[in-house]
């Protein structure tokens, strides 16, 4: 539309009234969409999370067996940043010793992720036999389910950090939590631990531009023999 034409028309109160209504229109309709594809996705974090609970009762109960002969508590809960920054307690099969985070402050010098935001050691001495097993394959992840049910996480989107790590975010760094975090991710099924922290937040933020739910069902399903080759997983 021409400048002429355009201001021709804004003085016009019938003509003005309709490009009102149209923009009115277009208003309700883009927030319709964005509505229902947040309703789809949360339905499908519902029903997913739901249905792998059942399903996954009797891996729950072994690996629950296992972690109990090592002693300690079978479940780890820790503190985490979720969507707009609201805290959370995030759940998994508890992988290293009982005293795990005291010594993490003795071996923040060894850290080996480039960008020193997160935290990685590829023989981290506070990893159990077992939870070295179960880290490798994401075992240790499946009590997120839950979370996922809750609402604090959703089946795909960025790794919830913890408070220290959010800390040191900058501002860009901080639109990863635009979103409600996820069990997987970009960066989950493309390197997972290999990947720095620069190449994390970038894959982060390309998901936050392109979320869909087919993406997010494209992202499942590569999941799966990303797990199951525990490819730069420690």
């Not at 975010?169 to 631990?193: A, D, H, I, K």
Request: one cysteine or more.
């Amino acid at each position: 539309m021409e400048a002429a034409e355009y201001w021709a028309r804004a003085s016009d109160p019938a003509a003005r009234w309709q490009m009102r209504l149209r923009l009115a229109v277009k208003k309700h309709l883009w927030r319709a969409v964005v509505d229902g594809s947040s309703a789809l996705k949360r339905l499908l974090d519902l029903v997913a999370s739901g249905g792998g609970l059942l399903a996954l009762s009797p891996l729950f109960i072994v690996v629950s067996l296992v972690i109990r002969r090592d002693g300690g508590p079978v479940f780890f809960c820790q503190q985490r940043v979720g969507r707009f920054g609201k805290a959370f307690g995030m759940w998994k099969f508890r992988s290293m010793v009982p005293n795990a985070d005291a010594l993490k402050d003795k071996l923040l010098q060894q850290n080996e992720m480039a960008g020193g935001v997160t935290f990685k050691m590829k023989d981290d001495p506070r990893i159990t036999p077992i939870g070295r097993f179960i880290r490798k394959y994401s075992i240790d992840e499946l009590p997120q389910l839950w979370n996922v049910f809750c609402g604090d996480m959703s089946l795909v989107g960025p790794r919830p950090p913890v408070p220290r790590e959010v800390a040191l975010y900058s501002v860009e760094e901080r639109r990863r939590l635009m979103v409600r975090p996820g069990l997987t991710c970009f960066w989950q099924v493309g390197g997972r631990s290999e990947i720095d922290f620069a190449g994390q937040v970038r894959l982060d933020l390309d998901y936050i531009r392109s979320e869909s739910i087919w993406v997010d069902l494209k992202l499942l399903f590569l999941t799966i023999p990303a797990v199951l080759l525990g490819k730069g997983a420690y």
